[in-house]
């Protein structure tokens, strides 16, 4: 499968102005990421943007209207293409919008996450600290 035929989705990190603490959503589905915590995203729309995807998916499933990501990333899982952004917000604000719970975490407390999420998290926050930060990453069957 070529990259043109890769389904699309986006990932974002949104942490709080001081960068302690992200919003991770408690995963119901794929099954794999069952009960794990997970960033917030999802696939992209026809005829979308992975920006407007980012903001779109962040609007869903935590209520709020976050303009203003850094795309820092893009994972390359066999059969997809995940663009991968960082932001900051007020997340004490963030609700639980859908059937995934909302959970604001300490990024000291790394437990219980998406395997890969030890290093996504630490590179969104270099991301936002550095203003821009793009890395591309394929995983290996």
């Known amino acids: 499968m070529d990259e043109t035929q890769a389904s699309q989705h986006v990932l974002g990190f949104l942490f709080n102005e ?3 603490k992200v919003v991770l959503i408690r995963k119901k589905r794929p099954e794999w990421q069952r009960n ?3 960033g ?3 696939k992209i729309e026809e005829g979308e943007t992975s920006l407007n995807a980012m903001i779109r ?3 869903e499933e935590t209520g709020l209207v976050v303009p203003e990501w850094v795309y820092y990333c893009s994972l390359w899982p066999p059969g ?3 663009a991968v952004f960082a932001s900051t917000s007020d997340i004490c ?3 639980t919008m859908t059937d ?3 959970v604001i975490l300490n990024i000291d407390d790394m437990m219980l ?3 890969n999420l030890t290093w996504l998290i630490p590179m969104a926050k270099d991301a936002i600290m550095n203003n821009n930060i793009i890395t591309r990453v394929h995983y290996l069957n």
């Open 100 to 102: 995934e719970e909302i």
């Open 57 to 59: 998916e962040c609007r």
């Open 113 to 115: 996450i998406v395997p």
């Open 93 to 95: 604000r963030a609700r």
């Open 36 to 38: 794990l915590l997970n």
């Open 18 to 20: 001081k960068l302690t």
């Open 40 to 42: 917030v995203g999802g």
């Open 80 to 82: 997809s293409h995940v």
